[in-house]
């Protein structure tokens, strides 16, 4: 079983800054393919960041390029999610996910993960 606990969020001004954590337990942190997802009000779960099933590398959705950035430390079994430029738009529950079933997966869908942290609050002011 997996555990993931996210923090970092908060209240912050349009063009503030924040970065979320999220720590993982499980001693094999570094075989897992990492996401980012967020949920607004009256919204479905949707897509940020996530690492591709092929080479860990990151990708993330169109309204948030140039402005997050998800890393990890595999050392810290930590995965990041710098954010820069909120915007009142960027207000949602962020919630980190994590796969540890292998193969080929689809790294924007929900349903690809197989463990959620609880979330964290992000609520950006105008």
């Known amino acids: 079983q997996v555990q993931l606990v996210e923090s970092g969020g908060g209240l912050v001004q349009a063009g503030g800054s924040l970065r979320l954590s999220c720590v993982a337990s499980?001693?094999?942190?570094?075989?897992?393919?990492m996401g980012w997802f967020r949920q607004a009000p009256g919204k479905a779960r949707e897509f940020v960041a996530a690492e591709r099933w092929y080479d860990g590398t990151t990708y993330y959705t169109d309204s948030v390029k140039g402005r997050f950035t998800m890393s990890r430390d595999n050392a810290k079994i930590t995965v990041y999610l710098q954010m820069n430029s909120l915007k009142p738009e960027d207000t949602a529950v962020y919630y980190c996910?994590?796969?540890?079933?292998?193969?080929?997966?689809?790294?924007?869908?929900?349903?690809?993960?197989?463990?959620w942290g609880q979330g964290t609050q992000v609520t950006v002011s105008a």
């Open positions: 996910a994590a796969r540890d079933t292998p193969g080929s997966y689809a790294p924007g869908s929900p349903g690809s993960y197989d463990y």
């Open positions: 499980g001693r094999t942190f570094s075989s897992y393919r």
